[in-house]
Structure formats: structure tokens, C-alpha cells
């Protein structure tokens, strides 16, 4: 297990550039929340995925409903979440239950093996209803909660809501970001907040909630571009350090590096995906 970091935030790291005037959104105070180091439930009663949602976003609220069903509440709106269907993997991704997202179990580890399975692809199965639950349901409602993090000449817009914005600056105020090995990826990003469609379906990206960042698209490498089948990728170039990828899943970003169809320049906040891990690791699950 990592070490937890406790380095002092720099002032300038995070630019809250708008959407604040309203008053703060979920979670935004700017309390880094460390998801590899802070302490499992003792039991990890009943189901493991639902205790990793209400860990991850305490300001929701969990509660069984008649059936197999379980209703997740922000205080203002609720929807009604399915558990695990144990579908293929393919037809998950296709269209995820909030269970299902947590099928394919996130590797926290530096070993990339588990990728060269078809379809190991851990975060990419995504339910709609539950992302507009957390960040809103259309661009209107996502942007006025958008502000900008800097990381050196980067610039990125995510959602200040559940926390984002605050764990990503702590994921950079954690870094050298004059190393080497990092700086070139914070060049010519790809930037962070855009509504819109996953390439070649009609899902939406986790760009449209202002939950993931794209670094230097010409280091990271993305599947689709080397002409491979769904299903028939195999091994890529990873120009990312060790010290990028685990200080951001430290603070509950996850890494498209780690799944069969890579997305080497892809982060998004999924922190009930890293605590599902550690939680299914400690179970023997």
C-alpha cells in the first residue's frame, strides 16, 4: 500500500475561474480526500458496491426498495438503481446499471497485463441516470458548477461538485510538475468539461459532467487510433509515469491506460471504483 501524501496544496495550484458565486457546490471545501489510504468499514457489510457509492459521495443517500432495487438521493431528485445483471461485458458497456459499473474490477497496481484481456475495460461501463444525478442532467445544468484547475501551463475545467476540482489541484499539488516525466504531458492537452458523445456511439462522454481531463493526446495513445477491432487490441507505448497515474488514483481518478481499449491520455473521477477495489481485495471477492 502507497504512503498516504500530505504535501500543503500551493494557493495557485487551484483557479476557481466561476460557477461559484451561487455558493458551493457537494463536497466542494477543499478537503483532499486520500480514496488508497482512508480506512474500509470494518465489515464491508452487505453489498460491497453500494458501500463504496456511499463512501465515495456521503452527501447521497442509499436506501433499499421493494425488489432488488436500491434508491440513490441527492436531497433533491432520486433514481432507482439496478444491482449487477452479470451480462457480457460489451453489452454493459452498451447500457450500464449503477451495479454494473462495478463488473470489471479497477487493477491498482502497475502491472497492465489484465489489460490485454478483451473487453477488461474497468470505468467504461457508465449509467447515464446516475452521472446526471450526481453533476446534471444537461450542459445547462453541468457548466454553472464548471471551474478551472492549472497544473503548470494546463488548464482544465471540471465540476466543482462532489469534490472534483479539489481532489484534482491535490492530485497535482502532489506532483513535481518540473519532472521530466510529467511536464511533457501537461503541454498541448486535451483539455477537460465538453458536452458531447463518446466517438462512434451515442453515449455520453464523462467530458459532459466535467469529471474527466484528456493530458497530451500525442503521448497518451488511444485505441482507436492504431485501426484495432473492438475486443483485438493489444499492448501500447505508456508514457505515463507511475508517480501521475497513482497520485491521481490516490485522489479517486482513474486511469484509461488500464483498460483493453486504452485511453493513455484519460482520467476521470470514479473514487467508488478505487474503493470497490481495495474492498473486493480485502473480501477475497
Partial sequence: MFQPVTKRLPSAILLLAMGLAAGPA????????????TPLPAG??????TTALSMAYPQLRLAETPGAG??????AATINARGPTGRSTPEIIAS???GDQFAVTYPLSRSLDDRLIPFFDPGRARNDAFFQLL??????AVEPQLVTVTAGPARFRVTARHGVACQLAA????????DPAIAPLLDEVGGGYLWRRIAGTDR????????????????????????????EVGGFDNNLPWALVESL?????????KWHHFDGMHFEYRPELILYSRMSRRVGQ
Fill in 96 to 98: 450500464a446499471t449503477v
Fill in 171 to 178: 492530485a497535482f499539488g502532489d506532483l513535481d510538475l518540473s
Fill in 249 to 257: 488514483e490516490r485522489r479517486g481518478f482513474i486511469w484509461g491506460g
Fill in 70 to 75: 436500491i434508491a440513490i438521493s441527492d436531497g
Fill in 44 to 49: 464491508t457489510p452487505g453489498q460491497t458496491w
Fill in 204 to 231: 455520453l462522454s464523462p467530458h459532459s459532467y466535467g469529471i474527466a481531463i484528456d493530458l497530451n493526446a500525442a503521448l497518451g495513445g488511444y485505441w482507436r487510433w492504431t485501426g484495432a477491432d473492438e475486443g
Fill in 26 to 37: 457537494p463536497g466542494q471545501d477543499c478537503g483532499p480526500r486520500d480514496f488508497l489510504g
Fill in 135 to 140: 453533476y446534471g442532467p444537461e450542459a445547462g
